[in-house]
């Protein structure tokens, strides 16, 4: 039988929850009075940071196995999620986490050393045992990106639409070369904000052309971010 923890973990990477839940970005501080559930909120191990100072650390090489399609987009409301069939895989700390979905934050949640990006990726994923790891890439403004046009081109205009892929998209294109990265501890940034979910932000930046910015910021009408946490005394280590 499933944990509890397991069970609560995985839902909260449904749309449909996000979809259902009485939040909105316009006052995020105020998320953990909404409801019980919420109260992780105002915990001391929130995301997202601004990774101001880390420190050098042996960390492994991150191990990704992305050889799975792009299947459908979904507009949640609160962003546009991409779902594919199950297969893509991260090994961290000795074990296999799934890939389950991932979505796009405008501006970026995360800041590194107090630069905020116009575009943020987060791959969500999640162990037999229901833990999460999110990894985080940011985009600056410059050049197109094709990985991301192919996407771009199957929006979802309106909340609640789900678009189906023709021609099925490789997530495996949209992962950088250089796999360095920051770790930390930190929170779901969106309601429920359960924490201990293991954050890996990637270093090299992407770019995302000013049109591809405008269309995704367009398409939800509101910035999508959650406010910086403060650390608490948490530490950010990097390779």
Known sequence: MRS???VFSLSILSSSVWAGADWDYHHPEQWNTLSPNFAACSGHNQSPINIERS??????????SYQILIQRIHNNGHTVQVDFEEGGELMLDGDRFQLKQFHLHTPSENKIHGKQYPLEIHFVHANAKGELAVVGMMYAQGAENPQLARIWNSLPKQKGQTVELKQPQSVNHLLPKNLDYYRFSGSLTTPPCSEGVRWLILKEIQTASVKQIEDFAKLLGHPNNRPVQPLNGRIVVEN
């Open 4 to 6: 509890f923890f397991q």
């Open 55 to 64: 420190v050098k650390a042996d960390l492994k090489p991150l191990q990704f």
